[in-house]
């Protein structure tokens, strides 16, 4: 393991309740991280899963919804219970990663702590893990937030960028390394296409992948710094863990905390943060566009290929459950999501208007469908 004797651990963030973009099939009763998309396993299974490659389960936790742990213990029984934090209700990944601070530092207060999303598809994993012991490295100092931007091949604008300033050089990384490592200058929300065009067109952003390296200390020192009150908070949830008031005190804290990004509540103002930019087939499986260009054009579920009927028709791709015909005649490059109460059709590139959807349906009244 690349992190054998020391003290790395992971989080990983499982806490949202639904993608809107991945609608139908993703819901408030089984958010995306939750559902298998392939036929491959769950998006939390595979994280998970990947985590354990090199940091042992005692020393990753996922912090999720009690929804959420309740699929965990019933889908991944091998995961250890006590690590699977519950959040009672979701405040974005600020108060998260708060909680989970307050979790590793009672067990281990020297941990340098890596912070994943669940729902990240990784398709190069060595060269994920080579950025990941690097970035650890530089953790290590005590000095700097590391986190991890992917070269844009698109002016996205479902995405969060980070800009760059200046290359910076770190004892950790061998002189022959090819990591490049830089100054942040800027964290940037998801933009208009315009800006996500201008910002390609500069070369120095990069998108945000929402994955973090820091040490304890220094991410505490930055929560007291930036967001006081939710550093408090941290404290109080400190003092709690592990005694009879435990849920009575998180319950407490997340009636009055304000949802948050890590990003805008301490990532924007903090003093030292650096980027490594990492190319290892990073794909954010946020829509459906970004599900079809990673599986082509093909049935979901994979082994009932008997089920789908094209006449003069190509290019599609097609979710429905199993032993059940579909037939699509006519139509090239469309989307067909098929659940037990509800359906999608959509041309392809145009997922992202799937949100449109579920807001439509959530103001007229429709909430048992989402």
């Known amino acids: 393991m690349a992190f054998e004797g020391k003290h790395v651990h992971a989080v990983i963030m499982a806490g949202g309740t639904g993608s809107s973009m991945l609608w139908p099939c993703s819901r408030k009763r089984n958010p995306k991280q939750f559902i298998d998309l392939f036929g491959e396993g769950t998006m939390i299974a595979s994280a998970v899963s990947r985590v354990g490659e090199r940091i042992p389960p005692e020393k990753t936790c996922v912090v999720t919804s009690l929804q959420g742990r309740e699929m965990m213990e019933r889908t991944l029984p091998g995961f250890p219970r006590e690590n699977i934090l519950v959040e009672p209700v979701a405040r974005d990944t600020a108060p998260c990663i708060a909680l989970a601070t307050a979790f590793i530092k009672k067990r281990d207060p020297d941990a340098v702590t890596i912070i994943l999303p669940a729902d990240l598809l990784i398709l190069d994993e060595e060269?994920?893990?080579?950025?990941?012991?690097?970035?650890?490295?530089?953790?290590?100092?005590?000095?700097?937030?590391?986190?991890?931007?992917?070269?844009?091949?698109?002016?996205?604008?479902?995405?969060?960028?980070?800009?760059?300033?200046?290359?910076?050089?770190?004892?950790?990384?061998?002189?022959?390394?090819?990591?490049?490592?830089?100054?942040?200058?800027?964290?940037?929300?998801?933009?208009?296409?315009?800006?996500?065009?201008?910002?390609?067109?500069?070369?120095?952003?990069?998108?945000?992948?929402?994955?973090?390296?820091?040490?304890?200390?220094?991410?505490?020192?930055?929560?007291?710094?930036?967001?006081?009150?939710?550093?408090?908070?941290?404290?109080?949830?400190?003092?709690?863990?592990?005694?009879?008031?435990?849920?009575?005190?998180?319950?407490?804290?997340?009636?009055?905390?304000?949802?948050?990004?890590?990003?805008?509540?301490?990532?924007?103002?903090?003093?030292?943060?650096?980027?490594?930019?990492?190319?290892?087939?990073?794909?954010?499986?946020?829509?459906?566009?970004?599900?079809?260009?990673?599986?082509?054009?093909?049935?979901?579920?994979?082994?009932?290929?008997?089920?789908?009927?094209?006449?003069?028709?190509?290019?599609?791709?097609?979710?429905?459950?199993?032993?059940?015909?579909?037939?699509?005649?006519?139509?090239?490059?469309?989307?067909?999501?098929?659940?037990?109460?509800?359906?999608?059709?959509c041309r392809r590139g145009q997922a992202h208007n799937v949100r449109k959807v579920v807001d439509t349906l959530r103001r007229e009244g429709f909430e048992d469908y989402l």
């Open 127 to 345: 060269a994920f893990w080579k950025i990941l012991e690097a970035g650890v490295g530089i953790a290590g100092d005590r000095k700097s937030i590391v986190t991890i931007g992917i070269t844009p091949d698109r002016p996205e604008p479902a995405y969060g960028y980070i800009q760059t300033d200046r290359v910076r050089r770190a004892d950790c990384l061998p002189p022959d390394s090819d990591i490049s490592l830089y100054s942040v200058r800027a964290f940037a929300e998801k933009p208009d296409r315009t800006t996500a065009q201008e910002f390609l067109d500069s070369g120095d952003f990069y998108w945000n992948s929402g994955i973090f390296i820091w040490h304890l200390d220094v991410i505490s020192r930055e929560l007291e710094r930036s967001m006081p009150d939710l550093h408090q908070d941290l404290q109080v949830i400190y003092d709690a863990l592990g005694t009879e008031r435990e849920r009575e005190v998180l319950e407490d804290v997340y009636s009055w905390n304000h949802p948050v990004s890590i990003d805008s509540g301490v990532m924007e103002r903090a003093e030292n943060v650096c980027m490594l930019a990492g190319d290892f087939g990073w794909v954010d499986l946020g829509s459906w566009d970004e599900v079809v260009k990673m599986k082509g054009a093909r049935t979901v579920p994979a082994g009932d290929p008997g089920v789908l009927v094209q006449i003069e028709a190509a290019n599609n791709f097609v979710v429905k459950p199993q032993k059940k015909v579909v037939a699509v005649v006519g139509l090239d490059d469309i989307i067909v999501v098929d659940t037990q109460d509800a359906l999608l059709v």
